[in-house]
Nanobody
């Protein structure tokens, strides 16, 4: 069973940086390998739907939500089955639970539970990012 495990969340002051990691494990021989997957990040701020933060395709092409452009950078290390999200110049409005997702249909936003169940084969447990102003 494939699992996505996020790490790297925490509390930081506005203007600071964090790097999130999403590591995948449990691929069987008949499943698409990690390096063939598009992997990305959604986030859910309190009271809001999930919004797409960023994703990276198997060929390394990237896509960012408007809130992440110019501040966040997504990258991947296929040898480690890991995708990273480097977040710089953090703002209070970046406070959210950040979820890693893979192998699915990438909506710009939506209800998190619906995305998890209907859109993606793999979804992480989330990591909290808190930015204080």
């Amino acid at each position: 069973e494939v699992q996505l495990v996020e790490s790297g969340g925490g509390s930081v002051q506005a203007g600071g940086s964090l790097r999130l990691s999403c590591t995948a494990s449990g691929f069987s021989f008949d499943e698409l390998a990690f390096d063939g997957l598009t992997v990305g990040w959604y986030r859910q701020a309190p009271g809001n739907e999930c919004e797409l933060v960023s994703k990276i395709s198997s060929d390394g092409s990237t896509d960012y939500g408007d809130s992440a452009k110019g501040r966040f950078t997504i990258s991947r290390d296929n040898a480690k089955n890991t995708v990273y999200l480097q977040m710089n110049s953090l703002k209070a409005e970046d406070t959210a639970v950040y979820y890693c997702a893979a192998d699915g249909s990438w909506a710009r936003h939506g209800r998190c539970l619906s995305l998890q169940i209907m859109n993606f084969n793999y979804w992480g447990q989330g990591t909290q990012v808190t930015v204080s102003s």
